[in-house]
């Protein structure tokens, strides 16, 4: 069974960067659709960035042009590079892996911004 594991959250500064990362326990972790949500304190939880097992991405329009979704298949991770962080990105990061019917979720990071 898939296993997903984050880290790399942490306390930044607004406009600092992050890079969360997402390990499975499985190669065949490329072959799946990947994505990070967030959820924040009452709010709910949103796609901000995915990537497809072709390498295809797509991102929130509120991080388009500041976060960058990659994968690296040989180390079974996908990363989420974070630049030019706001106050309004503080929440728990999840990862998720899809394939047909099948979706995993890892534990979640927390991320705060705040200075």
């Known amino acids: 069974q898939l296993q997903l594991a984050e880290s790399g959250g942490g306390l930044v500064q607004p406009g600092g960067s992050l890079r969360p990362s997402c390990a499975a326990s499985?190669?065949?972790?490329?072959?799946?659709?990947r994505g990070w949500y967030r959820h924040a304190p009452g709010k709910q939880r949103e796609l901000v960035a995915a990537?497809?097992?072709?390498?295809?991405?797509n991102f929130a329009d509120s991080v388009e042009g500041r976060f960058r979704i990659s994968r690296d298949n040989a180390k079974n991770t996908v990363y989420l590079q974070m630049n030019s962080l706001k106050p309004e990105d503080t929440a728990v990061y999840y990862c998720?892996?899809?394939?047909?019917?099948?979706?995993?979720w890892g534990q979640g990071t927390q991320v705060t911004v705040s200075s």
């Open positions: 990537i497809t097992s072709g390498g295809s991405t």
């Open positions: 998720r892996a899809t394939m047909g019917p099948w979706s995993y």
């Open positions: 499985i190669s065949a972790f490329s072959m799946y659709a």
